[in-house]
């Protein structure tokens, strides 16, 4: 993520591909930005400046992965500049392109495959998909509306806050699944559980991931098909382990402050100092919780913890 997946830093590729513009045959070259996670959009691009924005509410089907987005900058730019949330990251320079050696080898496997595509059987299986992804979307908005719906009612943290859950697959289900329930209570994006790698398989393959990840959010855990969910970020993160020295789970992590310049990267990852209060063991998170307001004395917290489950 990393963990959104999170790897701090914002990496261009090229694409071989040239678009020509009508109006004067203006040729442009195709980039691909890998963006942090899927819930990052690239807003705009202007010249050879890119600008991405980091979306106000993250969904919690967005377990962090990189995603991509292809843009086209005119050709005569050999660098662009990657702007997030209006701010400035990074620049890359156009890396350059190796010449295609099986052109020619390859261009009657490209009409094969087109052919195909505009073949009445593929359109059919292509429209029948497309009707099961709008069905699939349909779904997936209706479940977070309802997983959403009582939010206003909540105790909030300060925009600042975090509380992060660090955990792993060996932390028993049960326990996880209670710290799911009673974080969920408290805010859905400032209480954030941590994993530091993948499960079994490490981010070679994150279908174990997703579906622990799944299994420890369904509210109701008998349930099969479609499943009401708790809302919060399960995120793979080995730099907030590092940053908060985690060599042992499960462990609870109270930040009241975050000082972070870019919150568009791993919050690991920010060099600045932070007050923090760190509580182990395999006990509930209300008595972890419990145990660090002894020290912050903090009356919302306290607040907060009056209000959560046993």
């Not at 996670?37 to 600008?51: A, Q």
């Not at 793979?236 to 000082?259: E, G, M, Q, R």
Request: overall charge negative.
């Amino acid at each position: 993520m990393l963990g959104y997946l999170y790897l701090g830093k914002v990496l261009i590729f090229i694409l071989v591909s040239t678009l020509l513009y009508s109006n004067g045959w203006s040729s442009q070259i195709s980039w691909v930005i890998t963006l942090p996670d899927p819930c990052h959009e690239v807003e705009r691009v202007e010249e050879n400046k890119v600008y991405i924005t980091t979306p106000k509410e993250k969904s919690i089907f967005c377990i962090q992965k990189i995603s991509y987005r292809e843009i086209a900058i005119d050709e005569k730019y050999d660098e662009i500049e990657i702007y997030l949330n209006n701010k400035f990251l990074r620049k890359e320079k156009r890396p350059e392109v190796p010449q295609n050696l099986y052109l020619k080898e390859s261009e009657p496997l490209a009409l094969q495959s087109y052919d195909y595509f505009q073949s009445r059987e593929f359109q059919e299986k292509l429209a029948k998909y497309r009707e099961e992804i709008h069905s699939l979307f349909d779904d997936l908005q209706k479940e977070k509306d309802t997983l959403y719906s009582d939010l206003k009612t909540k105790e909030s943290l300060p925009e600042n806050s975090r509380i992060y859950i660090f955990i792993s697959s060996s932390v028993p289900q049960e326990t996880v699944r209670n710290y799911v329930k009673q974080g969920s209570v408290i805010d859905h994006e400032k209480v954030i559980l941590v994993l530091r790698g993948g499960i079994k398989s490490g981010l070679k393959e994150l279908t174990p991931t997703i579906k622990w990840s799944f299994e420890v959010l369904r509210k109701d855990p008998s349930c099969v098909g479609e499943c009401e969910m708790y809302p919060l970020q399960i995120i793979i993160d080995p730099f907030l382990f590092k940053k908060y020295k985690i060599n042992t789970v499960p462990s609870i992590v109270y930040v009241p402050n975050i000082n972070k310049a870019d919150f568009g990267n791993s919050e690991g990852l920010s060099e600045l100092e932070s007050e923090y209060y760190i509580s182990y063991g395999d006990v509930s998170l209300k008595y972890h919780l419990y145990k660090i307001n002894k020290y912050t004395k903090d009356t919302l917290l306290k607040h907060i913890i009056e209000r959560l489950p046993d």
